[in-house]
C-alpha cells in the first residue's frame, strides 16, 4: 500500500507554481477556513510538505486531496527528467527515476511527483494573471509526462479574465485532460459542486466512488437547508413570543418621570434579549455551514432603532403596506373560517368576513403608522401583589416586525452563503442586501401571516410548523439561488 494512496478511494494531488492560491482552492473546495488544517498565506513557500485532507461521509473516506510544495525550479527539473530518459519523450517510469536520482536541490519538485508517481490524479492551479512564461510551460511538460487525469484551474481574483487567459487555455488545453476556471476567494456551493464534476469527467477509474462523493455533498446541503431552516423557526417563535417584565412600585408607577425610566429600561433590556436570540440563531447558522471567520454580530439597535415609516426601510426589508394587508386578510379570513366551522355554519360565512376585514385593516393602519418599533406598554401592566405591578414589554405592535426580523436573517443567511472558505480575514457577518419577503408567493405569505399572528398572541400554532417549517426550506432554496 502506497503512503499516500488507497486504492478505493479517489486521490487528487493539488498541485502549480507556489503562490497561484492551491491552499486557498482547497480550502474553499473542502469548507475549511482553519489556518491550522490548511494554510492559506501570501508567503512563498508556505505548503513545504504533502498534506492530506479527506472526505468523510458517515466515518467512511469517500475521496482525498493532497495539498503539495509549489514547483520551485521546473525548468531544470523538465531538463533533469528529460536528461534521465535520453531520446524520445519522457513518462512516468522517467518520473520514477527522477524521484529516486534527484537531490535535495529539487526537494520541491520530488514531493509533489510522489502522489503521481502512485497514483494520484492531477489538479493544476494557475495563476491566469501572471503571463504565461516557460517555467509554466515546464511544470505543464512534467505534468503531461505523468500520464495521470490532469484539470487545468484557472484560479481567478476577480471575475473579469486577465489579458492572457485565452492563452492560458490555449496551451492548457494540449497537455491537460480538462480545463475550468475558479475563483477562490468568491466561489459558491454550485461552483465547488462544478469542479467536482469536473474532477469526475476525468477520472473514469474511480467514477462510481466520485459519483457517490458528489451524491452525499449534495445530500449534505439539503440537510443543512433543513437544518437552518429549523434554527430560523424557532428563532422566529422565540422572538414573537418574547416578553420582558419587571416589578415597579405603586409610587414609582405614579411618578411620570420614574415610570419613564422604568419602561425605557425595560424596552432596552426587551431588545437586548431579542439580539441575544437573533445572535444564538446565526451563530447556528455560522456552525452549520463551517464558517469560523465570519462572525454573528446581533445589534439591539438593529431592532430598535429601524424607523417603520422610512422609504428606506420599506424599501429594502419587510412587506409593503397592500401586502401586510392582503396577507393579514387571508390570515383573518383563515381565522374566522375556523369560526364559521367551530359554529356548524350558523354565522353564514359572517366570520370569515368579519376577520378578513379586520384582520386586513389593522395591518393597513398599522403597517405604517408608528415612527420606530416601540412596544405596547398599555397591555403590558397587571396587578402584582402589595404595592406594587408587574411591568411587561414585547412584543412590538407593528405587524412589518415579524417580516423584517425574517428578511434579516434571510440576508445575512444569504452572506453567509457567499462567504468562500479560501478567504483568511475575519469579517462581521453583516445585512447588506434586499429583502425576500416582499418576493413570496401570497401563499406564503398568508401562511406566515397566520403563524406569525399566534405567536404574537403568545400561542404558537403547533399545527401549521410543518408547513411553515416547509416554507422556510422553500425561502432557503430562493436565497441560495441569489447568492
Known sequence: MSEWIQPEVPAFAVVGRVNTGKSAVLATLLEIDDNELIRVSPTPGETTACQIHRVVFGGRECARFIDTPGFSQPVEAMREIQRLHGEGVPDIRSIRRFIAAAGESFGDEKRLLEPLVQGAGVLYVVDPAKPLRDDFLAEMEILRWTGRPRLALLNRRGNAPGPDEETWKS?????????????????????????????????????????????????????????????????????????????????????????????????????????????????????????????????????????????????????????????????????????????????????????????????????????????????????????????????????????ILLDGVLVRYQNILRRAHGRRDVERLGGGGSGFTRDFPSERRALLAKWFGSCLKGSPNRALEPEVFTALVETLEDAAARA
Do not use: M
Open 171 to 403: 496551451r492548457l488545453g494540449a497537455a491537460f485532460n480538462l480545463t475550468r476556471t475558479f475563483d477562490a476567494h468568491q466561489a459558491r456551493y454550485e461552483e465547488r459542486l462544478r469542479l467536482l464534476r469536473a474532477l469526475l469527467e476525468i477520472e473514469e477509474h474511480h467514477r462510481p466512488a466520485l459519483e457517490e462523493t458528489i451524491r452525499l455533498v449534495e445530500d449534505e446541503w439539503r440537510v443543512r437547508r433543513e437544518e437552518a431552516a429549523e434554527a430560523i423557526l424557532g428563532f422566529l417563535e422565540e422572538a414573537l413570543t418574547l416578553r420582558v417584565s419587571s416589578t415597579i412600585s405603586e409610587r414609582d408607577l405614579a411618578l411620570p418621570a420614574r415610570r419613564k425610566r422604568g419602561s425605557e429600561a425595560l424596552e432596552h433590556r426587551y431588545f437586548a434579549e431579542l439580539a441575544a436570540l437573533e445572535q444564538k440563531c446565526l451563530a447556528r447558522l455560522l456552525s452549520i455551514h463551517r464558517h469560523h471567520l465570519l462572525k454573528a454580530d446581533a445589534d439591539p439597535a438593529v431592532h430598535q432603532g429601524i424607523d417603520l415609516e422610512s422609504a428606506e426601510t420599506w424599501t429594502k426589508w419587510g412587506l409593503g403596506r397592500t401586502q401586510l394587508a392582503i396577507a393579514a386578510t387571508l390570515a383573518g379570513g383563515a381565522a374566522g373560517l375556523a369560526v364559521d366551522a367551530a359554529t356548524g355554519g350558523l354565522t353564514h360565512g359572517a366570520g370569515t368576513v368579519f376577520g378578513a376585514i379586520t384582520g386586513g385593516a389593522a395591518a393597513w393602519f398599522k403597517g405604517g403608522s408608528l415612527p420606530d418599533l416601540r412596544v405596547d406598554l398599555r397591555g403590558g401592566l397587571k396587578l402584582g401583589s402589595g404595592e406594587s405591578r408587574s411591568l411587561v414589554i414585547g412584543p412590538p405592535r407593528n405587524p412589518n416586525f415579524p417580516w
